[in-house]
């Protein structure tokens, strides 16, 4: 069973910063992309940064320049060091990851429960 276990949100003044980390454990063969998305409430759920397995990043217009996204495979665990922080930053948090159980089962995404970003101006 594949788990992806999340933490580092808080509450935070407007201009502050935080660091998310996520965990993914138990039993899988590899993982590729990692990337953590926001929910904002009567929000879709929105990507704010994904990182391939080689390091290469992508993030949302609305965070470039402020979050950066990092990984450590040998511990499988992905990063989000948000800096600069919006109110309209507040959301839940998700981390994603692309990963395969088997060599012979497809790739799929997987979900961490979510951790609670608040910014207060």
């Known amino acids: 069973q594949v788990q992806l276990v999340e933490s580092g949100g808080g509450l935070v003044q407007a201009g502050g910063s935080l660091r998310l980390l996520c965990a993914a454990s138990?039993?899988?063969?590899?993982?590729?992309?990692m990337g953590w998305y926001r929910q904002a409430p009567g929000k879709q759920r929105e990507l704010v940064a994904t990182?391939?397995?080689?390091?290469?990043?992508n993030y949302a217009d609305s965070v470039k320049g402020r979050f950066t996204i990092s990984r450590d495979n040998a511990k499988n665990t992905v990063y989000l060091q948000m800096n600069s922080l919006k109110p309209e930053d507040t959301a839940v948090y998700y981390c994603n990851a692309r990963l395969r159980l088997t060599v012979s089962i497809k790739e799929s995404d997987y979900w961490g429960q979510g951790t609670q970003v608040t910014v207060s101006s």
């Open positions: 990182i391939s397995f080689g390091g290469s990043t």
């Open positions: 138990g039993s899988f063969f590899s993982i590729n992309a």
